[in-house]
């Protein structure tokens, strides 16, 4: 009996001292060099891109449309608020017939995309804010202020955070921003271009200012994509991830 129990001790001693120095010897993106850095997130966009394609999205939808979608989109998946959008369209003509509408009114057909009533209450907020600042619904004057100050300028409206600005500015404008959602965020702390204690927040302005600019257009959807097919949250498919050897969250697994 002792003979066998120092013998699991040992087995288990050697393989801590193992997994310790080959976790030494990764790469991780905490010990890399500036140059290293760039090389490693250029290399991991090519891969992305080869996989998934070089695309932001396939809607290309008005800026107050892409704002409305978007405040709809939180703490929901794409379903429901697009259903809730969808049911938006069909229920008034305009956005300003909506901001003229009772909010409690509008509250009960977005009811799909959860948190409704909230919900309604930060989108007649945004429009009557852009309109008394605009004139109209309109957004447009955006399109010609650099990222910064067009984020500056979406974010200081009621309900409008980070993410929602970088998703208006992105996918109506072009500009070179990089929303992050859920998958987005987990993907980036496992492939440690974000350290695993970054916010939300945080993680966007980082992955901006390490992810070539070229590559920031697909970054966004190459991301969520990988997060939803590969890169789950509860089982990763590490076995079949063509990001693995790059990856700090499955080569520290490794010999676990």
């Not at 509250?107 to 995309?113: D, E, H, N």
């Not at 945080?202 to 970054?219: D, H, I, R």
């Amino acid at each position: 009996m002792f003979n066998r129990t120092c013998l699991l001790v040992t087995r288990w001693t050697f393989a801590v001292l193992v997994k310790c120095i080959y976790l030494t010897s990764i790469p991780s993106t905490k010990t890399l060099t500036d140059s290293e850095t760039d090389a490693r997130v250029a290399r991991i966009c090519d891969l992305l891109v080869a996989h998934y394609g070089n695309t932001i999205s396939d809607r290309n939808t008005p800026p107050i449309d892409e704002l409305i979608l978007t405040i709809l989109s939180q703490n929901t998946n794409d379903r429901n608020s697009q259903r809730a959008f969808d049911s938006l369209k069909a229920k008034y003509d305009s956005w300003d017939m909506l901001l003229s509408a009772r909010e409690e009114a509008v509250a009960q057909v977005i009811r799909s995309s959860g948190s409704y009533r909230l919900k309604a209450k930060r989108i007649k907020a945004a429009l009557a804010e852009i309109k008394e600042r605009v004139g109209r619904l309109d957004l447009s004057l955006l399109k010609n202020m650099d990222l910064q100050d067009a984020t500056k300028w979406l974010t200081s409206i009621y309900g409008v955070g980070p993410k929602t600005a970088a998703i208006v500015l992105l996918f109506s404008f072009g500009k070179p921003t990089l929303p992050v959602d859920t998958h987005v965020w987990r993907v980036s702390k496992r492939l440690g271009l974000v350290s695993e204690s970054t916010s939300r927040e945080a993680a966007q302005k980082k992955l901006e200012a390490v992810v070539p600019t070229g590559c920031v257009y697909s970054m966004n959807h190459n991301l969520v994509t990988h997060g939803r097919q590969v890169c789950k949250a509860q089982r990763p498919l590490c076995e079949r991830c063509f990001l693995s050897s790059l990856c700090d969250w499955f080569l520290s697994r490794r010999l676990v």
